[in-house]
């Protein structure tokens, strides 16, 4: 702690280092409604190259995933699952794995201390990996939410080819 020499100083630049730490836990709490949750540390594009399918696409309906009741008495709240249903907007031909435009798909995720809030009508990115079905995808990162840059930094890394694949077709 520093002091300054007045004796008002010490005080306020306790308080000044107090209302810093508030503000920074602050933050967090209302973004993701837990000090629990914290923002991701990779970035996008890390997210696009380490998921077998990414697509972008708007929430449904969201519920528990289903599972039988031994199952869910056993589960302890932090492997505990959701599920939403998301139609799909675009896909990149680079990791669809199988999904279509328009089509809706059912994600899950276990909840382990990562805060997912989606709301209806907004466009995410999404970063999965498929299962034995084919409608269903576990989450391998949390969903985006899907703004030009996040878009453009997903293109950058799917679409490395996307340019030249156009140049061929043309004959160039």
Avoid: H
Avoid at 10 to 18: I, P, R
Avoid at 32 to 44: I, L, N, R, T
Avoid at 53 to 80: C, H, I, Y
Avoid at 156 to 162: A, I, R, S, T, W
Wanted: net charge positive; glycine share 8%; aromatic share 10%.
């Amino acid at each position: 702690m520093w002091a300054i020499p007045s004796g008002r100083g010490s005080f306020s630049v306790s308080a000044l280092c107090g209302v810093v730490v508030c503000l920074s836990l602050w933050t967090r709490v209302v973004r993701c409604g837990s000090f629990a949750c914290s923002p991701p540390a990779a970035s996008v594009q890390e997210f696009a190259r380490r998921s077998g399918v990414v697509f972008e696409g708007k929430l449904q309906e969201e519920g528990r995933a289903e599972r039988n009741w031994t199952e869910a008495q056993r589960e302890s709240p932090v492997n505990a699952s959701r599920q939403v249903r998301v139609r799909v907007q675009q896909v990149w031909q680079l990791k669809t794995g199988g999904l279509l435009k328009d089509s809706v798909v059912s994600l899950i995720w276990f909840e382990g201390g990562r805060c997912f809030q989606l709301n209806t009508g907004i466009r995410y990115m999404f970063f999965m990996e498929p299962t034995n079905d084919t409608s269903v995808f576990t989450a391998v990162f949390p969903p985006v939410e899907t703004k030009r840059t996040v878009r453009k930094d997903v293109s950058q890394v799917l679409c490395q080819d996307c340019g030249k694949t156009l140049l061929l077709t043309a004959g160039c």
